[in-house]
């Protein structure tokens, strides 16, 4: 199964910026539909947002649509999360995984995440 890693998080004030990344490991491709879930402490992980094999369809959670953006380069064999107008409930761990269009996870894999702090 691929395995992807997170990278970008950060601490940031509300309402600020981030973007963060994910890229398979190794030489793996990561042609496949990759999802954007997030973990708040205490809570479950839940979905964010979604983006086909090639780039063409996007899904968001509720929660995210229209401040989030998911993008894609194929050629960088990297998948973007860009993140606008964050809020402190914003605050998680941020993970990618392969995924189905309607958000949900498909691969076993879990990697480390990548921590976003939003500060109020």
């Known amino acids: 199964q691929v395995q992807l890693v997170e990278s970008g998080g950060g601490l940031v004030q509300a309402g600020g910026s981030l973007r963060l990344s994910c890229a398979a490991s190794?030489?793996?491709?990561?042609?496949?539909?990759i999802g954007w879930f997030r973990q708040a402490p205490g809570k479950e992980r839940e979905f964010v947002a979604v983006?086909?094999?090639?780039?063409?369809?996007?899904y968001y959670a509720d929660s995210v649509r229209g401040r989030f953006t998911i993008s894609r380069d194929n050629a960088k064999n990297t998948v973007y999360l860009q993140m606008n107008s964050l809020k402190f409930e914003d605050t998680a761990v941020y993970y990618c995984?392969?995924?189905?269009?309607?958000?949900?996870?498909?691969?076993?894999?879990w990697g480390q995440g990548t921590q976003v702090t939003v500060s109020s």
């Open positions: 995984n392969t995924a189905t269009m309607l958000g949900l996870p498909v691969g076993g894999y």
């Open positions: 190794g030489r793996t491709c990561i042609s496949y539909t």
């Open positions: 983006i086909s094999r090639s780039g063409g369809s996007t």
